[in-house]
């Protein structure tokens, strides 16, 4: 079965850190850009982080420039979201998404998009609070 499974969600305080996984199963990684995303109560769903298959150049939306890192690991088939200094507004469901081979940014959104959508995640909820 292709799927594609976030983890590493919870609850934490803010000014603290987690790490997301992505993990395929069923298909390599290696091959596909991986876009981070995340939907917050009431909001719609907007880009967080994405990752190119080609070069690992990587992309991040300007509310979270510079306290989230993207990586990819394709030994083990899995992208990590990195995340520090977290704060209240980044409580939300993130979920994992492949597709082509790069990303693609929208300055109008001032976030990145994947430019196809292959396969989602479940989600993994992240709660920021003291």
């Known amino acids: 079965q292709l799927q594609l499974v976030e983890s590493g969600g919870g609850l934490v305080q803010p000014g603290g850190s987690l790490r997301l996984s992505c993990a395929a199963s069923?298909?390599?990684?290696?091959?596909?850009?991986i876009g981070w995303f995340r939907q917050a109560p009431g909001k719609e769903r907007e880009g967080v982080s994405c990752i190119d298959s080609s070069d690992g150049s990587t992309y991040y939306a300007d509310s979270v420039k510079g306290r989230f890192t993207i990586s990819r690991d394709n030994a083990k088939n899995t992208v990590y979201l990195q995340m520090n200094s977290l704060k209240l507004e980044d409580t939300a469901v993130y979920y994992c998404?492949?597709?082509?081979?790069?990303?693609?940014?929208?300055?109008?959104?001032?976030?990145?998009?994947?430019?196809?959508?292959?396969?989602w995640g479940q989600g993994t909820q992240v709660t920021v609070s003291s």
């Open positions: 069923g298909f390599s990684l290696e091959h596909y850009a």
């Open positions: 998404a492949s597709g082509a081979e790069v990303c693609d940014y929208s300055d109008q959104l001032q976030y990145p998009l994947l430019r196809e959508y292959d396969y």
